[in-house]
């Protein structure tokens, strides 16, 4: 389980539901900083990069021991002022050179033209999978997972189709892709 410290500047709270608080457009002025100090605060985050414009949001990411994940994502009020963090480069913060990168939004990044499909078990087989998947796309590849002593099935495949509108198909459109239930030749399986 991952905790997080987020510093919601322009609503100044730091009440539990902020973290689903994202304004309109908040993707395209939001950076990602990567390979911060573990001891590196909020406060010198928000004293760096406050100077290059407002900070609307600052989530900080925590384990479960309340320790930094290492990482941490910023949301700017403008994009001129995400831009601006970018252009300066990585900075040194506590002694450690830091990476700074835009933020990959979150729907963009679990795009994929491969599907994870669990609970397979008796009698299914590759060919079971292949004849009910094709009819959402041309199937590239279809790899059961062995065990590595027996070569007896885990229970899981990968399918990889030629587009990811095929696994957006098979997982009912949902973003991130998950949980979508399927029978398959009598044994539900799941997406």
Known sequence: QHYFIQINLSMASTSSDDHYYESEGADSR??????????TSAETIKEYFGQFGSIEKLDLKLDADQNSRGFCFIT?????AREEAIKAGPPTLDGK????????????????????VGGIREPLTEEHLRSYFAKLGNIQSIKLIPENR??????????????????????????????????????????
């Open 30 to 39: 939001k950076i990602i900083v990567r390979m911060l100090n573990y001891r």
């Open 76 to 80: 700017y009020e403008s994009e001129e």
């Open 97 to 116: 050179e830091v990476l700074i990168n835009k933020a990959i939004p979150y729907k963009d990044k679990m795009k994929t033209n491969r599907l994870f």
């Open 150 to 191: 027996h070569e007896r099935k885990k229970g899981f495949a990968f399918i990889e189709f030629d587009s990811q509108e095929a696994v957006e198909e098979a997982v009912d459109k949902k973003n991130p892709p998950r949980g979508q239930r399927h029978e398959i030749n009598g044994v539900r399986v799941d997406c």
